[in-house]
Every structure is written in structure tokens, then in C-alpha cells.
């Protein structure tokens, strides 16, 4: 009797870890660096950005962006050169596969985060949704 061997069912798709961390943009990096040098010349730590994600706005969502001099035990951390970030892990859950940039145009400059897990936003970007 001969015995065909079936091959094994395929793998559930896990995204690598790049895809589900949040990441900053160069551009935003070296927004973050400007400003964390001008908000603690002589401090002894650097000043991070948090973003945070709260709830509210006129989408459901908001994005929170504020400068702390010390990060939280359990925040998410990024260090890119002089730049840092922190993230609280209830908003890394919202903000995974996203990418926080800085745009400068004639209407203004400010942070935006890509978020591909929002399925909505307001107008001004500022707010979101999720399904």
C-alpha cells in the first residue's frame, strides 16, 4: 500500500515585526531633534515627543503630540539619532504599521501620522476612525 502524504495546512500570516511597529519618518526625526535641542539645551535627558492616541475628536480618535522629558517603564521607545519617541502600549496597538512624519508646506508645518489602520479621518488629520 503506498501512502501519499498530504503537505501540511499553510501557516497563518504573521507580519514581521517591521510592519506591526510604529516608526518615524526622517524628516520627523530631524524635526524632533531641532526641537528636543531647543526645549532642554543643558537638561540632563533629552526631551522625547509622545504621541499618544486618546479617544475623541470628531472621528473617534485623536492623536496627542507633547514633549516629556522621561519615558514610562512600559512605553514603546524609538531612538533615531538625536530623535525620541514614546508610545503608551494601549496607543502602539492603534498607531501598529504606522509611520509619524513631519510635513512642511505653505499651510503650515506639523506631524501627521499614516496610519493604515484607519478606515476614516477628518479633515484636518488630526482625527480618526477604526472599524
Same mark, same amino acid.
Given at each position: 500500500?503506498?501512502?501519499?502524504?498530504?503537505?501540511?495546512?499553510?501557516?497563518?500570516?504573521?507580519?514581521?515585526?517591521?510592519?506591526?511597529?510604529?516608526?518615524?519618518?526622517?524628516?520627523?526625526?530631524?524635526?524632533?531633534?531641532? $526641537?528636543?535641542? +531647543? @526645549?532642554?539645551?543643558?537638561?540632563?535627558? !533629552?526631551? &522625547? *515627543?509622545?504621541?499618544?492616541?486618546? %479617544?475623541?475628536?470628531?472621528?473617534?480618535?485623536?492623536?496627542?503630540?507633547?514633549?516629556?522629558?522621561?519615558?514610562?517603564?512600559?512605553?514603546?521607545? $524609538?531612538?533615531? +539619532? @538625536?530623535?525620541?519617541?514614546?508610545?503608551? !502600549?494601549? &496607543? *502602539?496597538?492603534?498607531?501598529?504599521? %504606522?509611520?509619524?512624519?513631519?510635513?512642511?508646506?505653505?499651510?503650515?508645518?506639523?506631524?501627521?501620522?499614516?496610519?493604515?489602520?484607519?478606515?476614516?479621518?477628518?479633515?484636518?488629520?488630526?482625527?480618526?476612525?477604526?472599524?
Amino acid at each position: 500500500m503506498v501512502q501519499v502524504l498530504q503537505p501540511p495546512p499553510p501557516l497563518p500570516y504573521i507580519p514581521a515585526m517591521d510592519e506591526q511597529r510604529f516608526t518615524i519618518s526622517d524628516r520627523a526625526a530631524e524635526r524632533i531633534a531641532e $526641537i528636543a535641542a +531647543g @526645549a532642554s539645551p543643558a537638561g540632563p535627558a !533629552p526631551a &522625547s *515627543l509622545r504621541v499618544a492616541v486618546l %479617544a475623541g475628536g470628531c472621528s473617534g480618535f485623536q492623536y496627542r503630540f507633547e514633549l516629556e522629558s522621561a519615558s514610562q517603564p512600559e512605553d514603546f521607545v $524609538i531612538d533615531r +539619532g @538625536a530623535a525620541r519617541v514614546v508610545v503608551d !502600549p494601549t &496607543s *502602539l496597538e492603534l498607531l501598529s504599521g %504606522a509611520m509619524l512624519d513631519y510635513t512642511d508646506e505653505l499651510m503650515g508645518s506639523h506631524f501627521t501620522v499614516r496610519n493604515p489602520n484607519a478606515t476614516s479621518s477628518c479633515g484636518c488629520g488630526t482625527s480618526f476612525s477604526i472599524d
